[in-house]
């Protein structure tokens, strides 16, 4: 199995700009956000030199919001195919792209600007036959409003088919330690296999984003999943250097699973989502290189009552529902263990 790490933004978008300029017969692009000139201008270029190019954009937010309203007319215009994602799921978030049927690209990161240049993110590269075929064989199904079913032997994770089964397989797998890196810790099933995953020994290591950066309805889900975590042992922290948009789980130094999944039940049921998992030894040594590098430039998330009144004042959210500072019964109020 051939596996390639890209990470963002070290490696810049050259990686990806690389593939689509080698592009010889056909590019299948699938992506929730796409809004990065370069990109558009390299797909552009690829379609005026003869290659059959199809993208498939997620229309809309849940918001109702569309960014990639010109991006698609600038891509129409230049006869360029694109299609709305299948309108069975909620959202299309995943982010991917297969060159010539045979190199594929899974993705954490949106072909926007800020996700090329300010955040953490990782794509892994793929050229095993059954990883490119079954996301090709996807893309034409979803193309289609078609049915779709993983094959069972690949190392893909379809979402909402088979994610979450497969990351609560690979949480159990986990002997010693586990680094985490994810936006959103709110699936009660992922959360309850990493609290058993710390009550068997294994050592966690999470990175997630300040409870402000959540939207004001999952305040309750994301908070209260990393204070349990918080709670059993686990350690949480927050970057400092960059944004965090990145999808990584790393046990034992051994394997790891990167893509589009938040640890979310919309993105387990409701969202079209793709992650892999590897075993390759050199994307494994970089992936947990830079994890370590991160935790280092991290802090610890203050997840004590005082310190979520502190961060949710910086977006004006509301701690009502959280029952913190006072409003807690006696004996109650939850310690910041660190």
């Known amino acids: 199995m051939s596996h390639h790490l890209i990470v963002l933004p070290d490696d810049t978008a050259q990686p990806i700009l690389d593939a689509i300029n080698g592009a010889k017969s056909a590019l299948n692009i699938r992506m929730f956000l796409f809004t990065d000139e370069a990109l558009l201008k390299a797909v552009i270029a690829a379609k005026q030199r003869g290659v059959k190019v199809r993208v498939m954009l997620n229309p809309a937010r849940r918001s109702g919001e569309s960014e990639n309203e ?3 007319k600038t891509l129409e215009a230049a006869g360029v195919e694109v299609r709305d994602s ?37 794509a892994i590269v793929t050229t095993h036959k059954l990883e490119t075929q079954q996301m090709v064989d996807c893309f034409d199904a979803d193309w289609e409003h078609e049915d779709f079913s993983p094959h069972p032997e690949s ?15 690979f949480i159990d797998a986990a002997k010693h330690s ?18 058993r995953a710390a009550s068997r020994g294994v050592k966690i290591h999470i990175l997630a984003k300040p409870p402000h950066s959540l939207k004001a309805e999952k305040l309750i889900e994301g908070v209260g999943g990393l204070r349990i975590l918080q709670d059993v042992g686990a350690k949480v922290h927050t970057m400092k250097h960059l944004k965090l948009h990145a999808k990584m789980m790393l046990a034992d130094g051994k394997h790891a699973i990167v893509g589009s999944i938040n640890l979310a039940p ?12 590897t075993d ?7 992936l947990e290189k830079i994890a370590r590098s991160d935790w280092e430039l991290s802090h610890r998330l203050d ?32 310690k910041d263990k660190g």
């Open 70 to 72: 010109e991006s698609r």
């Open 86 to 122: 299948n309108p069975k799921f909620d959202l299309t978030h995943q982010k991917s792209m297969v060159v010539d049927g045979q190199i594929g690209f899974v993705e954490s990161l949106n072909w926007e600007p800020k996700d090329l240049t300010e955040t953490r993110d990782y």
């Open 280 to 286: 390759h030894a050199a994307t494994i040594k970089r």
């Open 155 to 169: 190392r893909l994770l379809w979402c909402p088919d088979n994610g979450r089964p497969r990351m609560a397989a």
């Open 266 to 277: 919309g993105s387990f049921d409701g969202r079209r989502e793709l992650a892999i998992e």
């Open 303 to 334: 997840l004590s009552d005082e310190g979520l009144l502190k961060d949710l004042q910086k977006r004006e959210l509301s701690p009502d529902k959280l029952v913190l500072d006072g409003s807690a019964p006696a004996g109650k109020k939850h």
């Open 178 to 195: 586990l680094w985490v890196q994810n936006e959103r810790y709110q699936d009660t099933v992922i959360i309850e296999r990493l609290v």
